[in-house]
């Protein structure tokens, strides 16, 4: 629903954030680059005219699962 734009903007940021930022964690382009600061995504739209619905959910469930002895 965006251009290829947005996932090398938000590689570029990851790549130069500190590792104790990034480690294990899952990310969703826009919302990283929305965490770092960016606000205008329109250069990213498919349709200069149109703003993509998310389809994404706005949180991921939590995978976490307690750990046996």
Do not use: W
Request: hydrophobic share 35%; proline share 9%; net charge negative.
């Amino acid at each position: 629903m965006r251009t290829p734009a947005i996932i090398a903007d938000a590689i570029n940021v990851i790549l130069n954030d500190d590792c104790r930022n990034i480690n294990g964690r899952c990310f969703i382009d826009e919302d990283y680059l929305k965490d770092n600061g960016y606000l205008d995504f329109k250069k990213y739209r498919c349709d200069p005219n149109h703003e993509p619905p998310r389809m994404m959910p706005k949180l991921f469930p939590s995978l976490l699962v307690q750990e046996e002895n």
